[in-house]
């Protein structure tokens, strides 16, 4: 039996969007992203021009051919006149084919330009504002929003001057024929203005919504068409919910548009009923004046076919009025994006960190030292690093300003000795993770300094800083291509051999020479098609290749298996040999090997030293010792000759727990 389907309704709640106003000054900031086009331009308004005319001088030479060639049955004239009109047309087509091209050429050209700038800018953004923002609704705005935007200097730029210059020329030819009837056209032109103001703000409304709604729905596949969604939805048996509420979300969208469809179709056809009462008024009085002959019978004709083209620009205006509010919708809501700031920049004259520090250029590297002076951090509120407009409406003010958000870490001092291994050991959310994200400056710190090789991390280049901190985590991501172009991102430079050498130094190249297409095996999305210890082996040759002179491994090894566990200690001992190493630790044969051991409590460093010394204090590590690491200390092996870099742990999902 069929069930009527039930109704989505948009809740009040789901229309804020159509509340909001384009921000003023949006048309002022489009112009800079046409400038480079200029001369593309100024073609495009000639040819517009020659269309314009084009458009008025059809109906003169029409009447000219019937009032001086047809009555007057001068067959020379019709013929000369006709062929005045075909080749008129032949020049039409010209221009409508030019115009096409120099107004593609801008559109898309500025569509690129603005499509580069937004994801750059977008890259620049701290962690924070991706772990907050719904990826779906930011590509939905690099898509769907700039795809609005195009549409606004393809056709709305030509068709805007052709039809203000058309109306013109067209309204100075019926004045020229005849002014009675000119007026009486004329006066149904105010009757389209009403029409048109509300509707188009009823137009802009409904566009906002309908982008956010549409951003809503793409946020939703992109979550459950991955590789991870799509395996929870079928482990948890789940697909009848989410068809459920991706129909709900579809739903909504599929009302508004249906909205939008309606209230932008009744424009035309108010204008359609318009024109067709004025084109009977202009054949009955135009009639009745050529019956009396004060025109003549080609006047009546040249002025109902100006009269077409006269309401056709008017129409087009009207229509226009939509376009534009719809296209600056879209121009605001990727200006939005722009016009949040970046919570990490670099500071006007910031310097390379010096050479002899390393420089990843894939040689055992110079480490320097890495220091926290007296360092307080608070994770930044939602309104200092990302939209509303862009995340799930759930938040509330508080959350969003960071109202009375505690500190993570106070007052932490400590320094980490160039070329060592340091340890970090504590509890989970105790804001070990935190302290590692600060030395890449993934965040700043809220009061005191990081320093590394005695330098400012906030004074020295994002580049140079990138490329002397190399990190592996314990989810290490992979793109969705080639082993080769993973391996490489770390350094596109590098050479088959360096790549080779380091999967051999992370003892993966055995498993990779297997594969049918060796490097160039595709890995699958975030490296799915490869175990997790694979994927951390991979990880690790690509530090290798990357060669920074500071390594932080924050959970490389957690929630491996045995082998693959053991391989990747080995591996470590490789990466970390020389270098200045931060080691989330949870592995006693890291922490006994380390050269300091940093127990991190409460975002505090209550504890440091070496083992012996911290199990002979008695305090938090030995708890965490006789808790966490009695047991390992039973099962120990011999203890390798040289430093070893096993595992990081204490998950620390969210920056809120870390």
Not at 155 to 184: D, E
Not at 227 to 247: H, I, N, T, W
Request: charged share 20%; glycine share 8%.
């Amino acid at each position: 039996m069929l069930t009527r389907p039930t109704p989505i309704r948009i809740r009040p709640g789901d229309e804020s969007a159509e509340r909001q106003r384009v921000r003023p000054g949006t048309v002022r900031r489009i112009l800079p992203y046409a400038r480079p086009y200029r001369w593309q331009i100024a073609l495009l308004l000639t040819v517009t021009v020659i269309d314009a005319c084009i458009a008025v001088g059809s109906p003169l030479i029409l009447k000219l051919i019937i009032d001086q060639g047809i009555i007057p049955k001068d067959f020379d004239r019709v013929v000369w006149l006709s062929i005045g009109l075909a080749g008129l047309a032949l020049v039409n087509a010209g221009a409508v084919f030019v115009q096409t091209w120099c107004s593609s050429r801008v559109g898309e050209g500025v569509v690129f330009d603005l499509r580069t700038k937004v994801f750059a800018h977008v890259q620049q953004q701290p962690v924070a504002f991706f772990t907050r923002t719904q990826t779906g609704k930011l590509i939905s705005r690099l898509n769907s929003d700039i795809a609005g935007a195009r549409q606004a200097v393809t056709s709305i730029l030509a068709q805007a001057v052709s039809t203000i210059l058309t109306l013109i020329l067209v309204l100075a030819a019926m004045l020229y024929l005849s002014w009675q009837i000119t007026v009486a056209a004329l006066v149904m032109i105010p009757v389209f203005l009403i029409p048109v103001r509300v509707l188009a703000r009823r137009i802009q409304r409904l566009s906002r919504s309908m982008m956010e709604q549409d951003g809503e729905m793409s946020a939703l596949m992109t979550e459950r068409f991955n590789v991870s969604g799509a395996m929870l939805a079928k482990l948890y048996g789940r697909p009848q919910d989410e068809k459920e509420l991706f129909a709900s979300k579809a739903g909504k969208v599929r009302t508004l548009a249906i909205r939008l469809a309606v209230w932008g179709r009744l424009l035309p056809i108010i204008v359609t009923v318009l024109t067709t009462f004025t084109t009977a008024l202009v054949y009955g009085l135009g009639g009745a004046l050529t019956i009396d002959g004060a025109i003549q019978f080609g006047t009546l004709v040249a002025m109902v076919a100006l009269l077409m083209r006269l309401y056709g620009p008017v129409n087009e205006l009207s229509s226009m009025q939509a376009t534009a509010t719809v296209a600056l919708v879209s121009f605001d809501r990727v200006f939005e994006i722009l016009d949040l700031k970046p919570l990490i920049t670099e500071r006007p004259g910031a310097k390379a960190l010096p050479p002899g520090a390393g420089s990843g250029n894939g040689s055992a590297p110079s480490a320097p030292d890495v220091e926290f002076e007296a360092v307080s951090f608070r994770y930044p509120s939602a309104d200092e690093v990302s939209l509303l407009s862009l995340e799930l409406h759930t938040s509330s003010k508080a959350d969003r300003s960071g109202a009375n958000a505690p500190d993570v870490l106070h007052e932490l001092s400590f320094h980490a000795p160039a070329g060592k291994l340091t340890a970090l050991v504590g509890p989970s959310g105790a804001g070990k993770t935190t302290i590692t994200q600060l030395v890449p400056r993934m965040y700043d710190t809220t009061s005191g300094t990081v320093r590394i090789g005695g330098h400012d991390v906030r004074d020295l280049s994002l580049a140079s800083l990138g490329e002397s901190v190399g990190v592996v985590t314990q989810e290490s991501h992979l793109f969705h291509d080639t082993l080769r172009v993973n391996l490489s991102y770390a350094r596109p430079e590098a050479g088959e051999e360096e790549l080779i050498e380091a999967c051999k130094a992370a003892l993966i190249w055995d498993t990779v020479s297997a594969l049918p297409e060796g490097l160039d095996t595709v890995v699958g999305e975030r490296g799915y098609r490869l175990s997790g210890g694979e994927k951390q082996r991979i990880a690790l040759a690509r530090l290798l290749i990357k060669a920074p002179p500071i390594v932080v491994l924050d959970e490389a090894t957690a929630h491996l298996d045995s082998e693959s566990e053991a391989a990747i200690q080995q591996a470590l001992r490789t990466a970390l040999a020389g270098r200045t190493s931060l080691v989330i630790a949870h592995r006693l044969s890291t922490i006994r090997e380390a050269d300091q051991i940093l127990v991190v409590d409460s975002g505090r460093i209550c504890e440091s030293g070496t083992h012996e010394e911290l199990l002979a204090a008695g305090g938090l590590y030995a708890d965490l010792y006789h808790t966490q690491f009695s047991q390992q200390a039973t099962d120990r092996s011999p203890e390798p000759s040289e430093p070893s870099a096993a595992n990081t742990a204490n998950a620390e999902a969210s920056p809120a727990g870390a």
